[in-house]
């Protein structure tokens, strides 16, 4: 139960937890799991009309927020959505929207905007994840895929992205790759552009494809460049998107820990041993206690860390240095706290439930393997910690 | 917020000036952490001092701040006392002594008693005339406290109480204590208590200390020799103080939670874990860093969490029953923290000199071992997580159903 929303928040909630009982069941995860797109269109156009692609867009461009609190808004349909696992790139497509919003020209607004936020096109973030799952330190933000200047003032990338979410399936691809310089420049490029091939990739987590993008001379115009030709737009805007993303995906996490939490605790209700419900027996009474704990832990966490995101006005700082200290700060409490303990909540779930839990059949590998995953995307457990200590007085490795 | 409820801002304010004008800083270390005083076991003029302080404090309008004004509180939310616990943290105010009291036995007393018992007792709790104690454990039996062996027996106006209570945290200075008793052995045993409150300074009450395994010993056990208690000191209904002893453990468990236990200032936050690293030469070991910023951020989860829970609890719109992850969840915290500092300090915590504050690790470690056992063991926080905010059911018990004087016990 949510004690915290406003009376237009908890409308929003009843309605995306209508929409997705109706629309997207766990079920819907589980079918589309072989599935090459790996999404419902018709069901993510519909879901953009309930407006969750619209929060982090500005009104001219038909976006807006609910309560005025764009990440809370978006916290709670990452929540209930990671309540079912819900297939498509929602996540993904908000973040470009904001890449777009904040950091684009009015021409590529208006370009790209109306289409992400009424769910006609969806777009994807493809950047270099580092071996903790985050921009690596000391190394050029990029590496891995370059961008040279052509003749005719466009650019041309070159070299590949790992990991990109969806991205066999999506319209839009925003690409970060090294400029000339040395400095991060996202680039807007066409899902259709020549040169460019996304194959997809066997997953861990069976619910979100990602897929490997070959960019093999990509010939793009001056104006797929966001940033307004500011060298330093693409690093520190990548830099926000992640903490963005990395408070979303606790918040979807959370969602995923409370459905698992919710399915253990009426399995140890109903199912019966030694001639009475498994949940009499104290060793899963007290393991059910200790999910709970974990579970309210992990959403006292994410919720201050998306209160600390709009009280700061990161989203709308995306651009301006030294904004958003208090949300990363607490983007990382989250990532610590929700790493440790939705991996615990999620394990546990699969031992109450017994054989039947380590069945394909059974939906709570689907859950383990979503959130055992989140563990490591949008830095990992250990990077936050590390970025924490800084945070904390330790000295900062050089 | 109500109309009429000081902002917390000016709130903060406010209380910053008064500090600042009417209580000593506590000293301060080097590395600019707090060194807090041990006062679990005051002497007598450390005890007179104190009740002193509590009523500077009361008269100036800072002690009960969540307490009904009527009864000499200031009517104030979870919130204005968590602004007033982080401005008074580096100041030299009695929290220690009177913590039992104003968090537990007030709030008990609060909730179930007559109006003539809170105008007694509330306001004298407030200011630092009674400190009060629970007498809760006997040698028979701590988590299965309705099984408890304490006999009341009505003697026309009052009752008289005779048996055994032990691990009473403080009893050597109490006043008073709510102290559950059995009324009657002819029904099952939750059916049988009552809640007394117990002068303790009543002829027949022999009270002697125990030594803990942190070299303390504000640990105590208590002598009920014929001790009488007159029948209005009942606290709620005669054979229904189980009720009152489920209240009370509510409100203690919430409070641990939230306090992290003890309202002792333990002087081992985040800041005293990265100091002591840095005095083990460990400050830029990743891994070290990595474990303190874990705990760092737990332990913010769980302050957090607490505040959450806690309200919901109050508003009514969460289980009673999830109190028991507040304590659960604060004992954990305390506990990873202690193990952590015992762990960082190393074999400087073995054997110290007076001034090092590596001792303090050592007895912390110690200290926290009692996190999961006092105020109703972790097993047991996790029973009524459990059964009643999950709605789980119960172990098949022995003892339920049957008459207390037909039931085997210790």
Known sequence: MRLDLTEDQSFFQETARRFLEAEAPVGSARRLIDDLVGFEPGVYRRAADLGWLAPLAPEDFGGGSVSGRAVADLAIVAEETGRVLFPGPLLDSNLAAAAVAHLGSDEQKAGHLPDLVSGRATAALAWSWGDDGWPAAGTPADAGASADPTPDGGWRLSGARHLVPYGSAVDLLVVAATLPAGSVGLFLVPASSAGLTARRIDTFDLTRPLATLDLAAVDLPGTSLLGGGREDAGAAGLERLLVLASVLQCAETVGAMEACFEMTLDYAKSRRAFGRPIGSFQAIKHRLADMLLWLEWSKAAVGAAVDAFDRDGAVDGLLGAGAGTDAAEAASVAKSVIGEHGPLLVRSAVQVHGGIGYTWEHDVHLFLRRVEANGYLYGSTDFHRSRLAGLVGFPVPA | ?410
């Open chain 2, 1 to 410: 917020m109500t109309e009429g409820t000081e902002r917390l801002d000016d709130f903060r304010i406010r209380a910053r000036q008064w500090l600042i004008d009417n209580v000593e800083s506590l000293p301060r270390r080097s590395d600019g952490t707090v060194i807090v005083p041990d006062r679990s076991q005051p002497s007598e003029a450390q005890l007179t001092e104190a009740r002193a302080q509590q009523l500077t404090l009361h008269a100036a309008g800072w002690a009960g701040i969540t307490y009904p004004v009527e009864y000499g509180g200031q009517g104030l939310s979870l919130d204005h006392e968590a602004v007033w616990q982080e401005e008074s943290a580096g100041y030299d105010v009695p929290t220690q002594i009177f913590a039992v009291s104003q968090n537990i036995l007030g709030p008990t007393i609060v909730a179930f008693g007559s109006r003539e018992q809170k105008l007694r007792h509330v306001p004298r709790i407030l200011n630092g005339r009674e400190i009060w104690l629970q007498l809760l454990s006997e040698p028979s039996g701590g988590s299965d406290l309705a099984g408890l062996l304490t006999r009341a027996d009505r003697d026309g106006p009052s009752f008289v109480l005779n048996g055994q209570k032990t691990w009473s945290t403080g009893a050597a200075h109490a006043d008073f204590a709510l102290c559950p008793a059995r009324t009657r052995w002819d029904v099952p045993k939750h059916r049988g208590i009552t809640m007394f409150m117990v002068d303790m300074h009543s002829p027949g009450v022999e009270i002697r200390a125990i030594r803990q395994i942190n070299g303390g010993a504000e640990f105590c056990e208590e002598f009920l020799t014929d001790v009488t208690v007159p029948a209005d000191r009942v606290l709620g209904e005669e054979n229904e103080g189980w009720r009152v002893a489920r209240g009370m453990l509510e409100i203690e468990h919430a409070w641990v939670g939230r306090s992290g236990g003890g309202g002792t200032r333990r002087p081992t936050g985040v800041a005293e874990l990265v100091s002591l690293a840095a005095s083990r030469r460990l400050a830029g070991d990743p891994g070290i860093q990595r474990r303190v910023a874990a705990l760092h951020a737990l332990a913010r989860a769980h302050e957090l969490m607490s505040v959450r829970v806690s309200k919901g609890i109050e508003s009514g719109g969460l289980s009673p029953g999830l109190s028991g992850i507040l304590k659960l969840g604060a004992d954990i915290v305390w506990q990873r923290r202690a193990e952590l500092g015992l762990d960082l300090a190393g074999a400087a915590a073995l054997a110290w000199s007076p001034e090092d504050q590596h001792g303090e690790w050592a007895r912390d470690y110690l200290t926290s071992r009692s996190a999961s056992i006092a105020g109703g063991s972790d097993e047991i926080q996790r029973n009524n997580v459990g059964e009643v905010a999950l709605g789980l059911p119960r172990e098949p018990s022995l003892d339920r159903d049957v008459p207390f004087d037909q039931v085997p016990h210790n």
